[in-house]
């Protein structure tokens, strides 16, 4: 299996003169395990002497929709507890006879519920969590469901208290039992993170509360708002726990240890679900950009600049861990990273 590391080294390191970010953590293998990896950068511009690990603990933002939400919904569908598509009112209460109530899982999976487009969770409903959940489960639609692709967090968040109504278990717990501890996934959790861990964990943005970048609380409004522990984001982890998530991805079926989610919900997710609406979705995953059917790969971002891709076809995985956030909001830079990153990894 070819994989162009001098070029992978040479392009992140790029990425940091650039100011893209002040460093990034990396890794590609396939079902057999990890076959590269690199670290570049510092975790933080203000000490320069302090380099970036392969163990360096990432907020990941939006791979939290992946880690935590898509992985115990799997589980939970896996177990025959939930029916994709049946309305969620004919079996959740909470939401019965509102509008989300004739909204399906697998609409909420794929971005077609019609949700509206921003959490906005504060403004809307205060900061009371109980009102939150509330608000956000009997909010009026944007536009019917099925009738478009609109990318919302508002999914994920309602996937995860989803999640916790049908396990009877906080998202946190849930995600531990079924899937982070059985995968050896011992570094992955919610924030905030204890005092031991936060040392290692690379910096995001500016907190204009306290003058200091965040590092330890998640950068997202709404998983602070919530606590740490919501469906949107939240997660924090490091390369190797990715690495063994994705690496089971493409061979539970011979994994020494089971998640609660296998073959069948991977094939599902990773199969396109949206019919001919655009741009194309899985269930949560999408194909990559500048990727053809053929090569089969599938991506999720996280906006605090990180990514993760997966290649059932090519057996092969890539993660890319950065914390492109201590440096812009500019999303154009990373993704250009990003996109020349995938081609570098999953090149034939």
């Known amino acids: 299996m070819p ?29 057999g395990g990890v076959r590269a990896r690199g670290a570049t950068g510092v975790l933080d511009p203000d000490e320069p002497d ?17 880690l935590a939400v898509w992985a115990s919904t799997g589980a939970l569908w896996e177990d025959g507890v939930l029916d994709l598509d049946a309305p969620l009112g004919t079996f959740w209460d909470e939401v019965a006879g509102h509008p989300l109530g004739a909204v399906t899982a697998r609409q909420l999976l794929t971005h077609t519920a019609g949700l509206p487009l921003r959490a906005q969770l504060k403004n809307l409903y205060g900061t009371d969590p109980v009102a939150v959940r509330r608000g956000v489960l009997h909010e009026a639609l944007n536009r019917p469901p099925g009738e478009a692709v609109e990318y919302t967090d508002r999914a994920a968040l309602i996937l995860g208290y989803l999640a916790e109504h049908l396990s009877g278990q906080p998202l946190d717990r849930l995600c531990e039992e079924r899937t982070w501890r059985p995968l050896g996934m011992d570094s992955t959790r919610f924030g905030p993170l204890p005092a031991d861990m936060s040392p290692r964990c690379a910096p995001t943005e500016l907190d204009e509360d306290t003058g200091n970048h965040l590092k330890g609380t998640a950068h997202d409004f709404s998983a602070r708002l919530l606590g740490g522990v919501c469906g949107i984001a939240g997660v924090f982890t490091i390369l190797d726990d990715v690495a063994a998530f994705l690496r089971y991805m493409l061979a539970p079926a011979t994994a020494r240890t089971k998640a609660g989610f296998g073959t069948e919900w991977i094939a599902q997710s990773l199969t396109v679900q949206t019919d001919n609406l655009q741009p194309e979705r899985g269930l949560f995953w999408h194909p990559a950009p500048g990727t053809t059917r053929e090569q089969d790969v599938w991506v999720h971002y996280g906006f605090t600049g990180t990514g993760m891709w997966i290649s059932p076809a090519q057996d092969r995985w890539a993660v890319l861990l950065t914390n492109k956030l201590y440096c812009t909001r500019d999303r154009q830079l990373l993704a250009d990273v990003r996109n020349a990153f995938r081609g570098l990894a999953f090149s034939q």
């Open 50 to 66: 302090v380099r970036m690990r392969p163990d360096t603990v990432f907020d990941v933002a939006s791979l939290t929709k992946i």
């Open 3 to 31: 994989y162009r590391t001098d070029r992978i080294e040479h392009l992140l390191s790029e990425g940091v003169r650039d100011k893209v970010y002040p460093g990034a953590v990396w890794a590609v293998g396939d079902s």
